[in-house]
């Protein structure tokens, strides 16, 4: 079941959803609360936690767009419901699943109540991944058969074409026929980054950062690794997280 707060400055427009809600989609979906003041709408979200907030643009103190921005850690989906058509492009901005004229239609709300199933879909498995303890192992295929490298150990991965060169702290090189890219996607939650095209650094290992007309990081081993000038900045965010 979908739980959704309606806010709305008139009350008019809040019974009329609640209808359509009640009457089209209540196997689906309840309304946990409403509200015509939009001063208690951070205290309503707080109180009730809703999956769905149906919220008008126009309103009195605060505007919807307004109270949705100050949702702190917003884990609900969004759906404004108004009048007027030219706050459209600011209301999609703030990632909300739709935008309803009124007066709403029962296949609009449908929709739109589908497409905020499918947000909150997303946003449940997101926290459940980071629920996730991190692997703190490597199966990497070699031509002896398959090493458990230790995460934290490997200091960088090289492209080579198709290959991959690991570099692990305290053992030879190891060469393994994948790609970059996939070995990327499984240690960036690690704390790597790919500081250039062909190189995917443990961020643990950075010891001294060079900039200037050559960027470059050096790292504890004292190997020295290019940093791409379209990747730095994201690069220092990363390392200064740390």
């Known amino acids: 079941m979908i739980n959704c707060l309606i806010i709305d400055d008139e009350q008019h427009c809040i019974d009329t959803l609640s209808a359509m809600l009640k009457a089209r989609f209540s196997a689906k979906v309840s309304v946990a609360g409403s509200t015509t003041d939009s001063r208690k709408a951070a205290e309503m979200i707080e109180q009730h936690q809703p999956d769905v907030l149906f919220i008008d643009v126009e309103m009195p103190y605060f505007n919807g767009i307004q109270v949705v921005d100050a949702i702190p850690n917003r884990s609900c989906a969004v759906i404004f419901t108004t009048a007027y058509d030219q706050y459209a492009l600011q209301a999609l901005k703030t990632e909300a699943v739709d935008y309803l004229l009124k007066p709403i239609s029962l ?31 490597l199966l990497l295929p070699t031509s002896k058969g398959l090493l458990a490298a230790s995460i934290p150990s490997i200091i960088r991965v090289e492209a080579d074409s198709n290959y991959c060169r690991f570099h692990i702290d305290g053992k030879p090189e190891i060469v393994v026929a994948k790609t970059l890219k996939e070995y990327e996607e499984i240690l960036v939650p690690s704390n790597f ?46 390392l200064a997280a740390l």
């Open 107 to 137: 296949r609009e709300l449908g929709e739109a109540i589908e497409k905020a199933a499918q947000r909150l879909q997303l946003l449940r498995a997101e926290v459940v991944k980071k629920d996730l303890p991190l692997p703190q192992k």
């Open 193 to 238: 980054f790919r500081v250039h095209q062909s190189h995917l650094i443990n961020l643990h290992y950075v010891e001294y950062f060079h900039p200037g007309l050559e960027e470059y990081v050096i790292l504890t081993n004292g190997e020295q690794i290019e940093v791409s000038r379209r990747r730095k900045a994201e690069f220092l965010q990363k």
